[in-house]
């Protein structure tokens, strides 16, 4: 069974840090694209920062670039955002994502529960 496990939200001063966390069961990082995303009340999912199967490019939205860090640590199977300079704007829950082809069109795709990250003014 693979199991992705998110922790470290929370309530945060504007310009404070968090780090979260998500710990995996069941999958090796480098057969997977992993990622976090992120889904703010009234509002669709979005992706936060991803880091690519083939290549390891990582992707990071324009709205938390240069703030936000995406990193794993393979032989600890957990992957983090480090998120400096909070925004009110970044007050949402926040998914990890673990996915790959698996050919013909199919994908595993797998999600952590969601960390709730509020950001006050």
């Known amino acids: 069974d693979v199991q992705l496990q998110a922790s470290g939200g929370g309530l945060v001063q504007a310009g404070g840090s968090l780090r979260l966390s998500c710990a995996a069961s069941?999958?090796?990082?480098?057969?997977?694209?992993i990622g976090w995303f992120r889904q703010a009340p009234g509002k669709e999912r979005e992706v936060v920062s991803c880091?690519?199967?083939?290549?390891?490019?990582?992707y990071v939205a324009d709205s938390v670039k240069g703030r936000f860090t995406i990193s794993s640590d393979n032989a600890k199977r957990t992957m983090y955002l480090q998120m400096n300079g909070l925004k009110v704007e970044d007050t949402g829950v926040y998914y990890c994502?673990?996915?790959?082809?698996?050919?013909?069109?199919?994908?595993?795709?797998?999600w952590g529960q969601g960390t709730q990250v509020t950001v006050s003014s």
């Open positions: 994502n673990a996915d790959r082809s698996l050919g013909g069109g199919e994908w595993a795709d797998y």
């Open positions: 069941g999958l090796t990082f480098d057969d997977y694209a």
């Open positions: 880091v690519s199967t083939s290549d390891r490019t990582t």
